[in-house]
């Protein structure tokens, strides 16, 4: 029943928007402590929103809505996504990926148009919407150079606005925090900085990534993979799906070389 809720209910959601697979658990993913503490804070307010607000009447006296706004910044690849689909998973909620980039358009109240139609869709359906490619959108604008980066300002107030009424949670994703207005910022619950892993927790990436099945070599260094060559884990994911395939089309087994 709860499954078919849900699919009944964010069907037109479909048509917008890109659903991701909610296949990750808190395990899979790796951010520093702090991070992970900040994760686990969104996934608790979100279950325990309706006896925290409603039964215990919080509603009334910090008079806020049900939804929450966050925002996750870092370099790609360093588990923005990933961080979004673990929460989705684990409160057994449908996760939407927006790409902002195709929803933003130079022509003048066609972003408005385009956004209305994202939440009108996902009204109801309790769905976590995650936005990538925030950038498109935001800038820092600290003098306005034209109509149309004034005009760009009104597109961010919008979204901001859209994102305030809807009654579930709405991650935005960027790769650049500093282009992001702190009059912005101030307005989110949460926000979330993805770094880049350092050295450990890139070899529990590796062996993340590594599958038990896969037939490894005996020269297969981690240490070394995770010390001399800085990547994130997106990157990480890359290499060892590239470096099984090339092992499968020569001698069967994924060495160092």
């Known amino acids: 029943l709860d499954a078919g809720a849900r699919q009944a209910s964010s069907s037109k959601l479909g048509e917008l928007a890109a659903r991701l697979p909610p296949g990750y658990q808190w395990s899979d993913l790796v951010v520093p402590p702090k991070q992970a503490e900040q994760l686990q804070s969104i996934s608790a307010y979100l279950r325990h929103r309706d006896r925290v607000l409603s039964e215990w009447g919080y509603e009334k006296t910090v008079a806020r809505t049900q939804g929450l706004k966050v925002l996750f910044a870092g370099e790609s690849g360093t588990g923005k996504t990933m961080g979004s689909q673990v929460i989705a998973a684990e409160l057994g909620l449908e996760i939407f990926r927006v790409d902002l980039a195709t929803t933003v358009s130079k022509y003048i109240g066609e972003t408005e148009k385009n956004l209305d139609r994202i939440f009108g869709a996902a009204e109801g359906s309790n769905a976590i919407l995650f936005f990538d490619e925030a950038d498109a959108l935001f800038g820092k604008r600290s003098e306005i150079s034209d109509s149309h980066d004034r005009y760009a300002n009104i597109e961010v107030a919008y979204l901001l606005q859209k994102m305030e009424g809807y ?87 994924i060495g160092m070389r």
């Open 167 to 253: 009654a579930g949670a709405v991650i935005l994703a960027t790769n650049y925090r500093r282009n992001i207005d702190d009059a912005f910022v101030r307005r989110l619950d949460f926000v979330i900085d993805f770094p880049f892993p350092e050295v450990e927790d890139r070899k529990r990436i590796w062996r993340l990534l590594l599958p038990a099945e896969a037939p490894l070599a005996e020269d297969l260094d981690i240490d070394f993979l995770a010390t001399q060559f800085k990547l994130s884990g997106g990157a990480i994911r890359n290499c060892s799906l590239s470096a099984a395939f090339q092992a499968a089309d020569d001698e069967g087994v």
